[in-house]
Structure formats: C-alpha cells, structure tokens
C-alpha cells in the first residue's frame, strides 16, 4: 500500500509563493503518474499538474506559467511550487498517485493523499 502526506499549505497574499510537498511511503508500487488536484469549496476536484515517470508534465490552463510540478526520485517526494498566486487557487490541494501494486499479482492501483490547504487572501 502507498501513504501519501501532503504539506506546505497555508495563508498567503495574493501575488506570494508557496511549495507543497507530497512525501510518498510504500513498496510494491510500480508509479506511472504523480499529481496534484484541488478541490475549492462547492466546486468539484480539478486536476492541477500531473508529472509522468518519465518525467513528461501537464499542467491546467489556469496555472500554467505559474505552478511548477516536480519529483525527487531520491526523497519519493513530490512539489508543486506555486507563484503569482490568486484568490481563486484558494483551495484544498491533494497528491495523488496512479500506477500499479503488486498484490497476487500487479494490479491497477490509484491513491489519494488526504489534503493542505491553501488560501490565497490579502
């Protein structure tokens, strides 16, 4: 099974920076994508960014240019580096992997972390 835990959520002005971090736990996980979506309030999750394991990212029109998504294979460590942030990126952010996991067999598998939030307010 993976643990996901995300962190580096909080308040921040609009125009300011955050990181999220997404340390990631686990074994007989076999990782196609990583990503982070968001979840604001009455609106449904939306996809943020997603990085490949090779490395490829997709990121949503709204944060383009300002969001940058990465990995440190090293740590099993995901980050969402946010800049010029606005009101409407207050939301809950949530980590998610998709891959496969070795149970009897290797099986399909899709884990949720359980969410930072950030609010963006001056």
């Known amino acids: 099974q993976v643990q996901l835990m995300e962190s580096g959520g909080g308040l921040v002005q609009p125009g300011g920076s955050l990181r999220l971090s997404c340390a990631t736990s686990?074994?007989?996980?076999?990782?196609?994508?990583m990503g982070w979506y968001r979840q604001a309030p009455g609106k449904e999750r939306e996809l943020v960014a997603t990085i490949t394991s090779g490395g490829t990212t997709n990121y949503a029109d709204s944060v383009k240019g300002r969001f940058t998504i990465s990995r440190d294979n090293a740590k099993n460590i995901l980050y969402l580096q946010m800049n010029s942030l606005k009101p409407e990126d207050t939301a809950v952010y949530y980590c998610n992997a998709d891959g496969f996991e070795l149970r009897s067999s290797w099986l399909p598998a899709n884990y949720w972390g359980q969410g930072t939030q950030v609010t963006v307010s001056s």
């Open positions: 686990g074994s007989r996980f076999s990782m196609n994508a």
